[in-house]
């Protein structure tokens, strides 16, 4: 899928604002509750989703610029509403931000060299990939993981049933790769719509995807042949941290939880989250 570059660089922002490097915490002082004042009110959802939309990321008080990176499209329905929330949380903290859209595996090197600062596309699992970074709670959507196959194949129950069969996934998506290990045989592609289409040509049995959505592909993927869809799980997508961004993963996690309890954080994620 293309790289879609993200609406505000870090080069225009950092004429406004100073980078701030927080000191480093440990991962378990970093997800503990404390109190920070908040930022002024926040705007309502609609404000902050045309916000969102212009690519403008900004807060009302100059804190510090955080470099983020999704491994999601950022013009895909759901990450249009994950960035109205960022909006309303990074307000709250005082925060400032940039997203852009890299491949799963550019990202996660970017964020093991720290030329970028967190991502806002991972599951509970990327700790297994980079132990050190913190995991900013509550989640913000889920990952619905799917198996596409030709409908004359047998339903499936889980991961497990797929160790039999000829499975593609995406390149890069770990926790993917990982549970796939088992697989007779595992093909990965560089784009969804390839892994789609190597089922459609019968190079393979099933191709696994995450859909933030059930079942539902969305609009810049297209099947030509008719292909059953079998849910396989629901995985929660955090905003991850580098370790050295202690403070700010404390900040946003108050933000995020007080927009949880007004209610905020549902009403614009309804169609992609499920509450815990």
Same mark, same amino acid.
């Given at each position: 899928?293309?790289? %879609?570059?993200? =609406?505000?660089?870090?080069?225009?922002?950092?004429?406004? +604002?100073?980078?701030?490097?927080?000191?480093?915490?440990?991962?378990?002082?970093? /997800?503990?509750?404390?109190?920070?004042?908040?930022?002024?009110?926040?705007? /309502?959802?609609?404000?902050?989703?045309? #916000?969102?939309?212009?690519?403008?990321?900004?807060?009302?008080?100059?804190?510090?610029?955080?470099?983020?990176?999704?491994?999601?499209?950022?013009?895909?329905?759901?990450? %249009?509403?994950?960035?109205?929330?960022?909006?309303?949380?990074?307000?709250?903290?005082?925060?400032? !931000?940039?997203?852009?859209?890299?491949?799963?595996?550019?990202?996660?090197?970017?964020?093991?060299?720290?030329?970028?600062?967190?991502?806002?596309?991972?599951?509970?699992?990327?700790? /297994?990939?980079? $132990?050190?970074?913190?995991?900013?709670?509550?989640?913000?959507?889920?990952?619905?993981?799917?198996?596409?196959?030709?409908?004359?194949?047998?339903?499936?129950?889980?991961?497990?049933?797929?160790?039999?069969?000829?499975?593609?996934?995406?390149?890069?998506?770990?926790? %993917?790769?990982?549970?796939?290990?088992?697989?007779?045989? +595992?093909?990965?592609?560089?784009?969804?719509?390839? +892994?789609?289409?190597?089922?459609?040509?019968?190079?393979?049995?099933? +191709?696994?995807?995450?859909?933030?959505?059930?079942?539902?592909? $969305?609009?810049?993927?297209?099947?030509?042949? $008719?292909?059953?869809?079998?849910?396989?799980?629901?995985?929660?997508?955090?905003?991850?941290?580098?370790?050295?961004?202690?403070?700010?993963?404390?900040?946003?996690?108050? #933000?995020?939880?007080?927009?949880?309890?007004?209610?905020? =954080?549902?009403?614009?994620?309804?169609? !992609?989250? /499920?509450?815990?």
């Amino acid at each position: 899928m293309p790289a %879609v570059p993200a =609406l505000t660089t870090l080069a225009a922002l950092t004429t406004a +604002c100073a980078l701030v490097v927080f000191a480093a915490g440990s991962a378990k002082a970093a /997800q503990a509750a404390a109190d920070v004042p908040p930022a002024a009110a926040p705007a /309502q959802a609609a404000t902050a989703a045309a #916000a969102s939309a212009s690519g403008e990321h900004t807060a009302p008080a100059a804190g510090g610029v955080l470099r983020l990176v999704s491994i999601v499209p950022l013009e895909r329905p759901s990450m %249009v509403a994950e960035r109205a929330l960022l909006d309303l949380a990074f307000a709250r903290a005082q925060l400032h !931000y940039t997203l852009e859209f890299n491949p799963p595996e550019r990202a996660l090197e970017r964020m093991r060299q720290g030329s970028v600062d967190g991502d806002v596309s991972r599951t509970e699992r990327f700790e /297994q990939f980079l $132990p050190a970074a913190l995991r900013v709670q509550p989640h913000l959507q889920n990952a619905f993981h799917f198996a596409f196959g030709r409908p004359s194949l047998p339903r499936l129950g889980g991961w497990a049933d797929l160790q039999p069969y000829r499975v593609a996934y995406v390149r890069g998506f770990r926790t %993917v790769e990982q549970r796939l290990s088992g697989a007779a045989r +595992c093909d990965a592609t560089s784009t969804a719509q390839a +892994c789609l289409q190597m089922v459609e040509l019968q190079r393979v049995d099933w +191709c696994v995807l995450g859909l933030p959505r059930k079942g539902e592909l $969305p609009p810049d993927l297209s099947l030509v042949k $008719p292909l059953q869809a079998v849910p396989i799980d629901a995985a929660r997508i955090y905003l991850w941290l580098r370790p050295e961004q202690g403070e700010a993963a404390r900040r946003l996690g108050q #933000a995020l939880r007080q927009l949880e309890h007004s209610g905020e =954080l549902q009403a614009l994620m309804a169609a !992609y989250r /499920q509450p815990d």
